[in-house]
T-cell receptor
Framework: DGGITQSPKYLFRKEGQNVTLSCEQN?????MYWYRQDPGQGLRLIYY???????QKGDIAEGYSVSREKKESFPLTVTSAQKNPTAFYLC?????????????FGDGTRLSIL | AQSVTQLGSHVSVSEGALVLLRCNYS??????LFWYVQYPNQGLQLLLK??????LVKGINGFEAEFKKSETSFHLTKPSAHMSDAAEYFC??????????FGTGTRLQVFP
């Protein structure tokens, strides 16, 4: 079955450490997205990519970085500059240029601070 | 700025009762509209979407939503709640871009 795989499911970060969250999809979607979810705030867009080797900042990109070297993969790095990284992170993908197509989501990674 | 408002962060109903979750959007231009459901520690699953055509949209698990342009609303309903409907529900819109704008979510509790 096609889908989106996020790993790990739980991740712990020490102070001053960078951590990378993995997102892989086999839906053959060109567009991929990273969201941060905090209680009572819904989903906020961190970064998105509409094509390989290109990506754009979302609404809360500070303290995060991404790469898009392959169509299937869109890893997110939470850097030490992100002072409040504890959250649930969701990756999604979609067919770009067709805004009535829904985004498909992975099962998320929960990041906590040690 | 375009936004989505979900009235009521928590809604509680008895099993078998009507479920009504409210969603309003801010633009005068009708967007594409989506409802997603999220179970604990999982991602979001699409319930239904409105793009064009019939304003009453049927989705999975017996849910439906009606697009009302005059009220800028897209409320989600289900005639009879089931215990398995307990989850968080998100309304989202897009305006001819690939980006979705999400509401803050409504947590549905179902009591026996």
């Amino acid at each position: 079955d096609g889908g989106i795989t996020q790993s790990p499911k739980y991740l712990f970060r020490k102070e001053g450490q960078n951590v990378t969250l993995s997102c892989e999809q086999n839906l053959n979607h060109d567009a991929m997205y990273w969201y941060r979810q905090d209680p009572g705030q819904g989903l906020r867009l961190i970064y998105y990519s509409q094509i390989v080797n290109d990506f754009q900042k979302g609404d809360i990109a500070e303290g995060y970085s991404v790469s898009r070297e392959k169509k299937e993969s869109f890893p997110l790095t939470v850097t030490s500059a992100q002072k409040n990284p504890t959250a649930f992170y969701l990756c999604a993908s979609s067919v770009p240029g067709d805004s009535n197509q829904p985004q498909h989501f992975g099962d998320g990674t929960r990041l906590s601070i040690l | 700025a375009q936004s989505v408002t979900q009235l009521g962060s928590h809604v509680s109903v008895s099993e078998g009762a009507l479920v009504l979750l409210r969603c309003n959007y801010s633009s005068s231009v009708p967007p594409y509209l989506f409802w997603y459901v999220q179970y604990p520690n999982q991602g979001l699953q699409l319930l239904l979407k409105y793009t064009t055509g019939a304003t009453l949209v049927k989705g999975i698990n017996g849910f439906e939503a009606e697009f009302k342009k005059s009220e800028t609303s897209f409320h989600l309903t289900k005639p009879s709640a089931h215990m398995s409907d307990a989850a968080e529900y998100f309304c989202a819109v897009s305006y001819n871009t690939d980006k979705l704008i999400f509401g803050t979510g409504t947590r549905l509790q179902v009591f026996p």
